[in-house]
């Protein structure tokens, strides 16, 4: 069983930075489709950043030039980096998985079959 555990949330000022992290356990497969989504209360779900197998990503338009996904597959860790971070940045955040052979970056929450039990970011202004 595929686990995926977040952590690196916490509260901050508008203008300051954190960086998520997600651990994969459980599988000994390394073709991961992977991506980092959230949502504030009273809102959908929605996709954030996703990187593919070979490392290509897709952001979403609202945080394109502030927020960095990167992998390290050695250490079966997903990141987030996230700089200039705003009010409007404030969600839970989830990382997701899907196991493929090929794929493209995708935004989509359908795409995805593992989650992790998020972790919060809170920017106050």
């Known amino acids: 069983q595929v686990q995926l555990v977040e952590s690196g949330g916490g509260s901050v000022q508008a203008g300051g930075s954190l960086k998520l992290s997600c651990v994969v356990s459980?599988?000994?497969?390394?073709?991961?489709?992977m991506g980092w989504f959230r949502q504030a209360p009273g809102k959908e779900r929605e996709g954030v950043a996703s990187i593919d197998t070979s490392g290509r990503t897709d952001y979403a338009d609202s945080v394109k030039g502030r927020f960095t996904i990167s992998q390290d597959n050695a250490k079966k860790t997903l990141y987030l980096q996230m700089n200039s971070l705003q009010p409007e940045d404030t969600a839970m955040y989830y990382c997701?998985?899907?196991?493929?052979?090929?794929?493209?970056?995708?935004?989509?929450?359908?795409?995805?079959?593992?989650w992790g039990q998020g972790t919060q970011v809170t920017v106050s202004s």
């Open positions: 997701a998985a899907v196991e493929v052979f090929w794929g493209v970056p995708t935004l989509d929450t359908a795409d995805y079959n593992y």
């Open positions: 459980g599988s000994s497969n390394n073709r991961y489709l």
